[in-house]
């Protein structure tokens, strides 16, 4: 059984001061000053209007948008009946940039949107940073959280690998590409300038959704590079340390990718911590990026809990 608990050391938030902690928030007692206004895609049919289970909500990792899980969005949709909504961060795809990047305040732009959407109970499905924010938030305000999973991504364990994103964001700031030029060409130059830091392709090709093209021809990236980098240390690269006490007792899957030393084979006791009812499995021959890598497999551990609980 869960026990409501005050949250010590809010100071590093300030955003926290403004809300009661407990075990159990609802996005009324939210301040919303800080949060953002988020873009999203919503999966859904006529036929919706009779599935009673929740809406799914996922939320993208750290230099993705929701159009990365377009596919993925409409075959969870497709199997399970249920309506799937897949988010833009702060400082991602087509949301609102903003100086601050940190996974309480990503908690909270989320909450906000859910309270515009009028969406009381949801579940949700979150990648590496969208896993962190799915956690922070099922922490904060459990009662909005039917159910909740977490791809490769752990609230105990930081990867050293992610510590390598600091040279992806000089990489793609350094890259410099004139105006007017077709996108098919602006991509093929972006990947050159690219490639001498980034010998992976698949990751190269990743960065370069991010491309965009102005009004006035130019080009540059959606992302807001000088955010995450300077958030990044800081906030972005681990989990929050002060909400250390709080859990969430609903359903909850982590995924792991086999390959990926972001989840760590041994660490289901301390993320039952927060997690009481987690399970840990682990998809064979993935890495970090388990929805694209192994995505067959994927879907059908997604579809069957979702269907499970």
């Known amino acids: ?146 159910s909740l999973i977490v791809v490769d991504i752990s609230p105990v364990k930081t990867s050293p690998q992610i510590f390598s994103m600091m040279s992806l964001f000089d990489a793609m700031a350094a890259v410099s590409i004139r105006s007017g030029i077709a996108m098919s060409k602006a991509r093929k130059l972006a990947d050159e300038q690219l490639k001498s830091i980034i010998p992976d392709i698949n990751l190269r090709n990743f960065l370069i959704t991010n491309l965009v093209q102005t009004n006035t021809g130019s080009y540059t990236w959606r992302v807001n590079l000088p955010a995450l980098k300077e958030n990044f240390q800081t906030y972005i690269s681990s989990f929050p340390s002060n909400l250390k006490g709080l859990q969430y007792c609903g359903p909850t899957l982590f995924i792991g990718g086999s390959l990926s030393d972001y989840i760590g084979k041994n660490d289901l006791q301390d993320i039952q911590e927060y997690f009481p009812l987690a399970e840990l499995t682990f998809i064979e021959g993935a890495g970090h990026w388990v929805h694209s890598q192994k995505p067959e497999k994927f879907l059908e551990v997604v579809c069957k809990f979702l269907t499970e609980k």
Request: aromatic residues 4%; contains cysteine.
């Open 1 to 146: 059984m869960c026990h409501k608990i005050i949250l010590q050391n809010i100071k590093k938030f300030p955003l926290l001061s403004k809300i009661a902690i407990s075990r159990s928030l609802t996005s009324d007692s939210v301040n919303f000053t800080d949060a953002v206004d988020l873009a999203y895609a919503s999966y859904e049919s006529t036929s919706d209007e009779s599935c009673s289970r929740p809406p799914l909500i996922i939320l993208h990792g750290l230099l993705g948008s929701k159009n990365n899980w377009n596919s993925v969005s409409k075959a969870i949709h497709r199997t399970t009946g249920r309506k799937v909504i897949s988010i833009d961060a702060r400082n991602h795809g087509d949301s609102r940039h903003s100086l601050q990047h940190t996974y309480i305040h990503m908690a909270h732009d989320v909450m906000k949107l859910l309270k515009k959407l009028e969406l009381s109970k949801v579940s949700l499905l979150g990648h590496s940073m969208g896993g962190r924010t799915a956690m922070v938030l099922s922490l904060l305000c459990s009662d909005l959280v039917s």
